[in-house]
Every structure is written in structure tokens, then in C-alpha cells.
């Protein structure tokens, strides 16, 4: 059965101090792999994909990489705009539904 | 470039009574549409897809249902709600004509609605 599990569920940090979030992933036959940021009360918005092993994307100081097993979203001198939870997805091959299968998320308070 | 909109933006309604949810898309056609449903405490489930027109597919049994009247219109309904269907309703699309620069296998995400059935 397909599954995503991220950790931590929730994790604190002060501005300036980097962190990693995880994802851990089970799927027969990986398409791709989804980062999004939702803030409170509001839609997904997207971050990255990525489609094979060893692929890194970068955007200001959000740094994503995957391996066959797990992603990790990496966070560089994070602000407290960068709160929010961090949610990943994965998306099979098979079918045409596009279908994403999504984690529990990752709440990130920065603290100034 | 691609705008996705979701109304209401909240609804607080009576177990038992009607629900319409609405979603359209603006700056391309033919996307491929989805439906899904935050619970509290839990993950993004989807509950609906459509690749076009009338065509309308259903991840998981369930009081709701969906219609895609126009291409870039999607309708969630309920004929009678229970509390369990309580929850965020985000609608999502992807894929279709006219992009420029965007994945066709990313979705985008509306707003949301939120929905609390009393």
C-alpha cells in the first residue's frame, strides 16, 4: 500500500537555525514527489517536485532532495515567514488519475 | 497566467440539509480537476477527479458526489450532510492547454472552503 509519513509532526526553531524536514515514502512505481506550504486556513501552495533519485531543487532558503527511500525538505537561516506547514506528496505511475497521496505535514513555528 | 477560485469561503450548515461547493479555473483549459478534504488532524484526501466534461471519478464511497458542468467548472454536492462530512474542501487542478512554464503533472490548489455541519 502506498504511504507518506513525515517528521517531526511539529518542529520549533529560532530564527537563524537551520533544520531538516523528512519524508518517508512507500510507492510502486514513483512519478513524482511534491512539496507544498499551507499556511492557516489557506490552499497548498507548491513548492517543488522532483522526479528521480538524486534530484535538489532550491528556492531562497528551502533546499529540496531525494533519494529511492525519503525526502528531505532542507531550511537555511529560516524567518519567521517561514512558518507553516509543510506538506509532501507522492504520485504514482500507474492509472491517470494524477491521484497524490499526501503526509500528515510538518508544523514549523520560527521563532524571532 | 492560471487563477483558481473556490466558493463560499466558509459555510456553516445543518446535518441533513443540501451542500454546493463550487471551483473554477481561469487561464487554461481542459485542466484536469480534483477535489479533496483536509479533516482535522489529518491528511489531504482525495475524494473526486475529472479529465474532462461530464467525466467524473470517485476515490472513496461516501455522502458526497461531483459534476463538471463546464471545462473549467467543478461542483461538489451533497443532498443531505452528515457531521462527519465537516471539514476544508480544496479543489485542485492540473495539466490542460495554454500554459506557460507550469508542470502539467503539479496541482494547484484553491483557497478552500470550510465546512461545519452542526
Known amino acids: 500500500e502506498d504511504q507518506v509519513t513525515q517528521s517531526p509532526e511539529a518542529l520549533r526553531l529560532q530564527e537563524g537555525e537551520s533544520s531538516s524536514l523528512n519524508c518517508s515514502y512507500t510507492?510502486?512505481?514513483?512519478?513524482?514527489l511534491f512539496w507544498y506550504r499551507q499556511d492557516p486556513g489557506k490552499g497548498p501552495e507548491f513548492l517543488f517536485t522532483?522526479?528521480?533519485a538524486g534530484e535538489e531543487k532550491e528556492k531562497e532558503r528551502l533546499k529540496a532532495t531525494l533519494t529511492k527511500k525519503e525526502s528531505f525538505l532542507h531550511i537555511t537561516a529560516p524567518k519567521p515567514e517561514d512558518s507553516a506547514t509543510y506538506l509532501c506528496a507522492v504520485q504514482r505511475y500507474s492509472g491517470n488519475t494524477g491521484k497524490l497521496i499526501f503526509g500528515q505535514g510538518t508544523t514549523l513555528q520560527v521563532k524571532p | 497566467s492560471q487563477t483558481i477560485h473556490q466558493w463560499p469561503a466558509t459555510l456553516v450548515q445543518p446535518v441533513g440539509s443540501p451542500l454546493s461547493l463550487e471551483c473554477t479555473v481561469e487561464?487554461?483549459?481542459?485542466?484536469?480537476l480534483y477535489w479533496y478534504r483536509q479533516a482535522a488532524g489529518r491528511g489531504l484526501q482525495l475524494l473526486f477527479y475529472?479529465?474532462?466534461?461530464?467525466?467524473i471519478s470517485s476515490e472513496v464511497p461516501q455522502n458526497l458526489s461531483a459534476s463538471r458542468p463546464q471545462d473549467r467548472q467543478f461542483i461538489l454536492s451533497s443532498k443531505k450532510l452528515l457531521l462527519s462530512d465537516s471539514g476544508f474542501y480544496l479543489c485542485?487542478?492540473?495539466?490542460?492547454?495554454?500554459?506557460?512554464?507550469?508542470?502539467?503533472?503539479?496541482?494547484?490548489f484553491g483557497p478552500g472552503t470550510r465546512l461545519t455541519v452542526l
Open positions: 487561464g487554461t483549459s481542459n485542466p484536469n
Open positions: 522532483l522526479y528521480s
Open positions: 485542485a487542478w492540473s495539466g490542460g492547454q495554454g500554459l506557460a512554464g507550469v508542470s502539467t503533472d503539479t496541482q494547484y
Open positions: 510507492v510502486s512505481g514513483l512519478r513524482g
Open positions: 475529472s479529465v474532462g466534461i461530464g467525466q
